[in-house]
């Protein structure tokens, strides 16, 4: 009995230490789809804004995202997306 009840406490250790960590650590969800048209993105092709880098698919997206890049910044972390950030000016 003293051996079960043993193991039935290291495993909930376990499971609470596991949910724990994935509270903390939570997996990072990189972009990978364009926001204006869906396409996948193009790493060379970007606008840093609100010291966040949004990713584009070609260069027809670029305006609308120069146009209002909080809307597309709040659509991608709605979809859990953790931006890439923006590249201090002058380097």
Known sequence: MKKILGMLGVVAMLIGSGVAGAAE??????????????GAVKTNLYVDAEGKRIYVCCAGCLPAIKKD???????????????????????
Not at 28 to 33: H, R
Not at 79 to 90: C, N, Q, R
């Open 69 to 91: 890049p909080a809307k597309y910044i709040a659509k991608l972390e709605k979809d859990g997306v953790t931006l890439d950030k923006a590249e201090p000016k002058g380097k």
């Open 25 to 38: 650590g939570q997996a990072i969800k990189k972009q990978t789809m364009c926001p204006v048209m869906g």
